[in-house]
């Protein structure tokens, strides 16, 4: 359709743009090939309240036609989403998404209560651990595992969500299981016991303040100013620039992935070997800390005075140590006794414009942040393709132009992937059988149609959507499958049979 009617439309997929791209569905952020393609599955106790909020979801649809009315279950959106986002949309009976003022659950029909308050039953209360979120949310679990699987190689990753509290669940969360992976790491080389993550943790620091020790420091120090190249910048700027990137050495982020440590009881060994060696270790995509340390130094000599200068301020107040005060950033507190790390960071219209600024462009740099949060605030307008190559778009959209407004981020001129010469990784996880998978079928079916026409108007119904999902049918291999007995369906049944 799109090459027929090629002479009437303006606009249609630009030549090689697939090819830029590498979609990844459902179970595909999993990684296991012994997992069939399709959503991620659900089993035992942990489907129930998905079960559930899909008897839900037909009430609510039925509802509202017989009111003559769009009805949207949000509900099952948010549950789709995160427990925490079910559990905020359900208590203050609205969406709870970013930058958006849509009702939520105000006008539902009081059958649905049942349903509901068995829901309400079925997942993890808020006094739960952050662990056990983890476990309980097959999507949260999932996104979780994989982005730390690409940050353990050194990759940065870009997650969009739309709810404020899924964000804050998933920043937890994934500041639990990096915290865990830098102290089994670690712990392996120091030969200590990494159930102490805090033991973990001094011995780094210890190891971090060796850094700023001379000779080592000044050894450092010259190797990174011969990388930087940024002789024709002031004084000041080539302190602020070689301070920058030995601040990020000493991490114990850093150290843990990228240094060859030496055994507790033996920190007299010469760590100059090590950490020059550090330097040149290729992370997932084949790019040294050197090669981005030098990277870095040729964009600051192509940089305007004024904008140079916020780099630089921007990435001297990124904060590199554990953060403990939960006032840093109000739009990232979830309770009190949350673990943060300085690794990941959230960027929702909470987090100040100015501080969503620092993030932005320390997110573009080989430093810290190396995973950013994003809600509809950083989806427009702003870019992130300089240092990643990776977005997971943990809630998916309606409309297939959100979706590739987020991934536009990523996919421009100068960007990491076109650097590398590798593919936009994107993944698109969602809940196989679920209202999570009606969702992903309906965008689908709208971007096939949105590359040939443009302009439909976008109805988020039950009745609406549920009639667009069924547009997409099964893959092949998965209809194959389905068998059902032929003796119960004949002319005398009433039932009638279709291929």
């Not at 309980?136 to 990753?157: F, I, M, N, S």
């Not at 004024?306 to 309770?335: N, Q, Y």
């Not at 240092?387 to 001129?413: A, K, M, N």
Request: glycine fraction near 8%.
């Amino acid at each position: 359709a799109e090459n027929l009617l090629r002479p009437w439309v303006a606009r249609h997929m630009r030549a090689g743009k697939d090819r830029r791209r590498s979609y990844l569905p459902g179970t595909a952020i999993l990684h296991q090939p012994d997992v069939p393609a399709g959503g991620l599955p659900m089993s035992g106790d942990g489907a129930l309240p998905f079960l559930l909020a899909t008897r839900a979801q037909v009430l609510v649809g039925l509802h509202g036609l017989a009111e003559h009315r769009q009805a949207r279950a949000f509900f099952a959106d948010g549950l789709a989403s995160s427990f925490e986002a079910y559990r905020f949309t359900r208590r203050n009976k609205t969406a709870g998404m970013d930058d958006r003022s849509e009702d939520g659950d105000a006008a539902l029909p009081p059958e649905l209560t049942w349903y509901l308050d068995h829901i309400d039953r079925a997942i993890p209360s808020d006094g739960s651990a952050v662990a056990a979120d983890a476990v309980g949310h097959p999507k949260v679990d999932a996104v979780v595992e994989r982005t730390a699987q690409l940050w353990a190689v050194g990759e940065k990753v870009v997650l969009f969500c739309f709810y404020v509290e899924t964000g804050k669940a998933l920043r937890a969360n994934l500041s639990r299981r990096l915290r865990t992976e830098i102290a089994t790491r670690a712990a392996d080389m120091l030969g200590t016991d990494g159930s102490d993550e805090e033991a973990v943790f001094t011995e780094l620091s210890r190891i971090g303040d060796r850094i700023e020790e001379p000779p080592l420091r000044g050894e450092i120090e010259q190797l990174v100013r011969d990388r930087l190249g940024v002789g024709s910048l002031t004084g000041e700027e080539q302190d602020q620039a070689v301070a920058i990137v030995r601040r990020f050495l000493r991490t114990p982020s850093f150290l843990a992935r990228f240094v060859t440590l030496p055994a507790v009881g033996s920190l007299s060994v010469d760590l100059r070997g090590p950490i020059m060696e550090s330097l040149e270790r290729p992370d997932g995509s084949g790019s040294s800390m050197a090669d981005k340390i030098a990277r870095f130094g040729g964009s600051l000599l192509e940089m305007v005075d004024a904008e140079r200068l916020e780099v630089l301020e921007s990435l001297t107040t990124v904060t590199t140590g554990d953060i403990h005060d939960r006032s840093f950033d109000p739009g990232e507190v979830r309770s009190a006794s949350d673990p943060y790390l300085p690794n990941v960071r959230l960027a929702n219209g909470s987090v100040p414009p100015a501080r969503r600024r620092t993030l932005m462009l320390g997110f573009n740099s080989p430093f810290f942040p190396e995973v950013l949060i994003a809600s509809a605030v950083m989806a427009e307008g702003v870019d992130l393709h300089l240092e990643c190559r990776h977005v997971i778009h943990h809630d998916l959209d309606w409309s297939p132009s959100t979706l590739e407004q987020r991934t536009g981020r990523l996919d421009r001129i100068a960007s990491k992937a076109e650097r590398i010469s590798e593919p936009i990784v994107i993944y698109e996880p969602y809940l196989a059988g679920m209202y999570d998978e009606k969702v992903y079928r309906v965008v689908k079916d709208r971007d096939r149609w949105f590359n040939v026409v443009m302009g439909e108007q976008i109805d988020t119904s039950e009745w609406a959507t549920e009639r667009a999902a069924e547009r997409v049918p099964l893959p092949a291999s998965l209809a194959a499958s389905l068998t059902f007995d032929l003796s119960v369906v004949g002319p005398n049944s009433g039932v009638t049979a279709e291929p």
